[in-house]
RNA sequence: GCCGGGAUGGCGGAAUUGGUAGACGCGCUGGACUCAAAAUCCAGUAUUCGCAAGGAUGUGGGGGUUCGAUUCCCCCUCCCGGCACCA
């Protein structure tokens, strides 16, 4: 045995153990009860960063911890391998975006290999290969048949000098990151999935998911956002003696007795048919029109608004209304026209009273009072009654509400109706790197899907990026091709998918590692659902939402088998879910004359702070130069603010990195990272090993039976805790009960008794899961046969708390005067209360309080404490 | 702007869910060992008044409920995540 730690020494070798076992090799009929643990994939940027780290330690601790709980663990991972940042590599380094990404897929699982990491890495999954993407394809064409994919047109960022659409994250202020040129909205055709199809399920399947977060759940919920509301129409003459209606929907019908105007998107028909002989409202929609896509853009941008000249006919009271068109009236939301109630939204109101438009209460609730000049607060709750509203007057919300809508309904100008926030999904990316969109362009046939045998369409992966334009629309040998149903000449599409796509459903891949007769087979039924996923919190909506919606498609087609739809356990993809706290880091960058930011890695950086620690200035240390410092955010290759955990790994060893990482905060907490620190873990290490050399050189002992007790006392305690820690997934504290019980085990003088084995058997099967290297190198050199575990500690079972050792004749409980601790008191376990009463009255602390005069009352909380008021 | 979350010593964090605030660790201070340093070990370490015993204050800010509040309620500030083409 060696006589001081050396992590590289002992990381190898159980890595080449775990190796030679196939330790990890999860079996597909196994009788032990099964567990899927699944850490979300990362996408290979080029190297690990810190938020990886602690991902899929956290998904490890699980792993192993289930292992040992006698579970047969399946724990895969594999690559997001297609997306932006590989364009933009390929731009910058002239490299095909394949080779890119193919060789930090290289690097990277190198680097999670010497995490020491319980992987199966026989079922690795790589989005971007033809074998993965070709079932995407597949079920691209299944669910367009059945008309769950449509087609239809939508805004896009367009970058007029490049030529090229934008992702939100290209639009820097309004400008093309690369050209600098004003960004524009462009409407154009893009495939969508019919989310909205399954809006209800999406939200009512939420109630099931106990082990989700509440947090997640609510945010889905309001993303989802169901509503109850109502379609109003308004009328408008259309010319030529024609009557025309403009549809707003409202989830405030109550009000409509208060709606003084309504106000129209920029790209309404109305707006457009408006603007054809009014050249002021024509160039006031071409601005509207400027700017990027994003909703926190438009949402936070100054409300504009103008005249459009023409009226609609209130439905009810018969009144002329002007027709507005207005900036934050999005064409993608509901009918793309609202109408304005100005004394009871905020939003309206504040446009009102900036283009002096008409404000009349409509809504009163008891004790305020209405002001036209300054916007209160009291309209959203509900709790008011109609004003001003003719026969409505009196009438609360739902009374008023009922009977506005019936009054619509016998007109033909409105019904109730629910509405959902969720938008459908548009999945169309004028990108290269994508997996291509399984279809066929005919003039005569139309959209025709690729047929089965003609899949995969294969991206071709030897190209040249430009950053104009798509690059598979300049590929003539991609796109020509011939109708598979007519046979004439044909244009393949050309766009690719959302990446989000392929992360939608690789979690049911990982089941089927090498299926080749669909996305899965009958294994996939053994392992799903998910027992335990893992993954940042950034991924509440987005990829969550996609995911189960994926689950339920591939339930409704029979991906799962052709009885799926009535199998509950494929209603939903993920059984428990933790959501990961960010590592954020601070950023760095510089400007050049244009303004462009050139963002530098915080490791570049020194950092100069005051004396209460606060940064109050930066230089980069090339130059020593000052550098602007910019928010702490999470760690991202757009804002290079990442940090690479090599380091540590090859300094300290990859326990440490494990055990620091999981140490530093609790896994749903966000954690700023800062590696002051990492060598107080590195020393825990050095001081477990040492004990254990300690342990087996032993001879003899000193120890009395009173200082066994107390420290089988004090370890089956502080295990207890741990265990119900392990449970809420709060490794840190288990991190800390390690550390308690070394420290308890290092008071003793002899190190020869079997106590001082069980005690050192529960710290390396505590330290198991989060430092497995060690664990198993200490597990190997001490004899554990005796106290009957076999001699590897992956067999071991997770260490069970001995009731008999918690037992104690005597407690402590405190004393407090007023509810403010004045002493302590050790009792009898068993002490009545009549005596503790008596006692914590003769307390002298209590006695000197008291002065001489008589307690109001004594509280006991048994086994805690005594409060005397006084 | 909207939705969700967070704030506790110099730092990361703990607190059995209303009952000893600061466990465990980092850092710092002092000591032991050493020619010296590193490493290691021992002791101390919220602030403040006090020689001490002991007292007062203290969980982002303001109010409230309670014998007792980091924990529950109301209001506010700041920070972080998401907002549908970053993943």
New binding site residues.
Partial sequence: MQQSYNPKEIENAAQQHWDQRQAFRASDTSDKPKYYCLSMFP?PSGKLHMGHVRNYTIGDVLARYHRMKGFNVMQPMGW?AF???AENAAMANNVPPAKWTYSNIDYMRKQLQSLGLAIDWSREVTTCTPEYYRWEQWLFTRLFESGLIYKKTSS??WDPVDNT?????QVIDGRGWRSGALVEKREIP?YFFRITQYADELLSDLDKLDGWP??VK??QR??IGKSYGCDIEFPYDAGIGKTATLKVYTTRPDTLMGATYVAVAAEHPLATQAAADNSALADFIAECKRGG????VM??MEKKGMNTGLFVIHPLNGERMPVWVANYVLMGYGEGAVMAVPAHDERDFEFARKYKLTIRQSIAVKDKSFSNTAWQDWYANKDGVCVNSAKYDGLSFQPAFDAIAGDLAAKKLGEKKVQF???D??I???RYWGCPIPIIHCASCGDVPVPDEQLPVVLPEDVTITGAGSPLAKMREFYECVCPKCGGKAKRETDTM???VE?SWYYARYASPGCTTGLVDERARHWLPVDQYIGG??????HLLYARFFNKLMRDVGVFGPDAASVKTFDEPFTNLLTQG?V?APTFYREDTSGKKFWLNPADVDVTADAK?RPTGATLRADGKPVIIG????M?K?KNNGVDPQGIIDQYGADTARLFMM????PD????W?D??V???S??L??VWNFGVRVKNAEGSANTPDLQKRTRLEIHTVLKQANADMDKH?F??VV?AA??IL?ALDRLAGTKEEFVHEGLSILLRLLAPITPHISQALWKELDFKKLGYSDDILDAPWPQVDESALVQDEI?L?I?V?????GNLLVAKDTDKVKLEQLALAHE?VQKLLAGGVAK?V?I?PG??I?V?I
């Fill in positions: 996408y997001d997306g932006l940042p896009v960022n659409v934008l992702a939100n994250e893009m509440e947090q609510t945010m309001n993303w896509t994003a909703e926190a949402a936070t926030r969720l938008r999904w548009g169309s990316r004028q959302d990446t989000f992360s919190i950034e991924h509440a909506i987005l960010m954020i620690g928010g702490t955010e999470k991202s757009s140490f530093a905060a609790p907490q966000q954690l700023e800062n002051a620190g060598e107080g873990a020393r825990f050095k001081r709060q840190n504290t800390s550390m308690k420290n402590e405190m407090q007023n509810g403010k601790l004045r602390a009352k509280i909380v805690r404490l409060n008021v």
